[in-house]
């Protein structure tokens, strides 16, 4: 009984296509929101979370329908084909509408204007310097009210959230010079006034912005409808004792999708800009998929692999669990408070992770003044795939709880960390980031198992569903929340937001007592056996 390498290789294509388009999702369309379309962070992140409200119902909806579905190509084949042709099409479309946003942002003066707030040919923690962005951006506000460009309300906002705090703490300064600590909150506020005047720009043409959600929307919607299909198809084709080594595959097909899509976007320069085009991106992007779904179609005949399965099945005297599926609440007691502790947990490590990760490409080059928001996500997605072994092999010496809270206790330092770093430090914080990526993968390795752990054999796909429901719900409530506390409090709230939701996980996923498992030994394959989310 051996696992066929190269058809499961095949298969980890329709994972590979689903990974590279949501890792550049969410390294741009956040971007581009604020940037170019002028959301407030609260807004950014709706339309951020978007994607997990669709997956709430149309994952389950959609995995349900392909079960029932049949024709010449199989179950779940149609399903990839539709979902990845429109979705492809439409992220490319999105480049038309980006287009055409960008170039009436070049007719205004906010690029010069942010080009002015970055210039490293001034010494940006002399007073003097900020004065004159003050000056500047007064004179802007009170031309645009004087003209009838801005009512009274938006002037007096702009007053109080952005004029008052930079003046307050430009001129309490002492000897003229800020602390490094005062430029990332200094930047923070004046982007607050960019992205304002570009909501101006959208406001007085909204068809344009009306147009890319929609695309956006169809985009997401189509993702949707094959990601359940495209994650079935692996244990449609390949025996019980063997999924495992499959699973294994397809995950490491999708970090090296991650991987490329971060080298596509530092490739075209497009880490650390803002206001550039997105088009290569989109475009590269979406052309990779349609290729990759061409591959797929040619090597992947999923009919005769289904039959190929069944026969092994009775080769090898394989047949189904007959066990009564239970729901959680025929666990006992303590098995039941573990398996909503472990929840929990998701529920917390997610949100402070997914608020990171729906943000960083915004704070990355605005608040930390990175060159490139894509170098620590590739230098993080790295580390992670270079830790799966290692973490494999701790997690079977000393239990999945135990090496959960080692990651729990990593990522909470990682993210603490970085409120008080600064530029000047930059070589630690990509230290910082690499560790992240430990810390994540050390996690979700092992949270997953510890879910079905409590499950019996016929009942995997009913947890399983417990633990992408509270996974979803809270990237759903993340990108909201932690950008509503970005636009009341300041940017820089970010990472000891991320750093509190991590830290009560800890608490959580302490008092859990079941759903670690027996120690056994592994192949260093089975060790990249993780959740595909």
């Given amino acids: 009984m051996k696992l066929d390498y190269k058809k499961t290789f095949y298969i980890g294509l329709a994972f590979f296509i689903i990974t590279i388009f949501w890792q550049t999702y969410d390294a741009i369309i956040s971007k581009i929101m604020i940037e170019k379309f002028g959301l407030n962070q609260t807004w950014s992140g709706v339309v951020m979370a978007l994607d997990n409200v669709l997956a ?4 389950p909806l959609f995995g349900a329908i392909s079960d029932r579905h049949n024709s010449k190509r199989g179950r779940r084949t149609p399903f990839i084909i539709v979902g990845t042709v429109v979705a492809a099409f439409a992220f490319m479309g999105l480049s038309f509408m980006d287009n055409i946003q960008t170039a009436r942002i070049e007719d205004t003066s906010i690029i010069t204007k942010y080009e002015m707030i970055h210039d490293t040919t001034v010494d940006r923690q002399e007073t003097i310097y900020w004065d004159i962005i003050i000056a500047d951006m007064t004179l802007e506000r009170d031309t645009s009210l004087l003209n009838g460009s801005i009512d009274q309300a938006t002037y007096d906002q702009w007053e109080t959230k952005v004029l008052e705090p930079m003046t307050t703490r430009v001129d309490g300064a002492t000897s003229g010079t800020l602390l490094v600590s005062d430029l990332a909150y200094l930047d923070g506020l004046y982007t607050v006034y960019l992205s304002s005047m570009a909501w101006e720009v959208t406001v007085l043409n909204p068809l344009n912005f009306i147009v890319f959600i929609v695309v956006l929307l169809i985009a997401l919607v189509f993702m949707s409808i094959f990601r359940s299909p495209a994650v079935s198809l692996m244990p449609d084709v390949t025996m019980k004792p063997l999924r495992s080594k499959a699973n294994a595959v397809i995950n490491l097909m999708g970090a090296a999708a991650g991987v490329m899509s971060l080298i596509i976007l530092t490739v075209f320069g497009l880490g650390g800009k803002s206001y550039v085009g997105y088009s290569k991106a989109f475009i590269t992007v979406g052309v990779i998929m349609l290729v990759v779904l061409v591959i797929f179609l040619w090597k992947v005949k ?9 026969k092994d099945d009775e080769k090898w005297g394989l047949t189904e669990d007959e066990e009564v599926v239970e729901d959680a609440h025929d666990l006992s007691r303590e098995k039941r408070i573990s398996l909503y502790l472990i929840l929990i947990s998701v529920f917390l490590w997610f949100t402070g992770y997914n608020a990171i990760m729906s943000k960083v490409s915004y704070y990355a080059p605005r608040v930390l003044q990175l060159s490139s ?10 580390t992670a795939i270079i830790a799966f072994i290692p973490i494999g092999i701790l ?3 000393f239990g999945r709880r135990k090496t959960i809270l080692f990651g729990i206790v990593l990522l909470a330092i990682c993210f603490g960390s970085v409120f008080f770093l600064s530029k000047q430090y930059e070589w630690i914080m990509y230290i910082v980031f690499g560790l992240t990526g430990i810390g994540w993968a050390t996690i979700n390795v092992n949270s997953y198992p510890m879910v079905v752990e409590l499950a019996k054999g016929s009942n995997v796909g009913r ?7 509270f996974s979803m719900a809270a990237q759903i409530f993340t990108p909201i929340f932690s950008g509503f506390l ?4 300041h940017p820089t709230i970010l990472f000891p937001y991320a750093t509190l939701f991590v830290s009560l996980s800890f ?6 007592k079941h759903g670690d498992s027996v120690a056994q030994k592994k192949t260093l394959l ?4 993780v959740d595909m989310d």
Avoid: C, W
């Fill in 56 to 59: 709430l119902f149309m994952l």
């Fill in 302 to 310: 999923e009919p005769k692999l289904v039959e190929q399965r069944a």
């Fill in 373 to 382: 928001f894509t170098l620590p996500l590739l230098i993080a997605n790295i």
């Fill in 395 to 397: 997690s079977t010496k």
């Fill in 463 to 469: 947890y399983t569903g417990y633990y992408y429901a």
């Fill in 486 to 489: 970005m636009d009341v409090i």
């Fill in 507 to 512: 608490i959580t996923m302490f008092f859990t």
């Fill in 526 to 529: 089975e060790n990249f056996d």
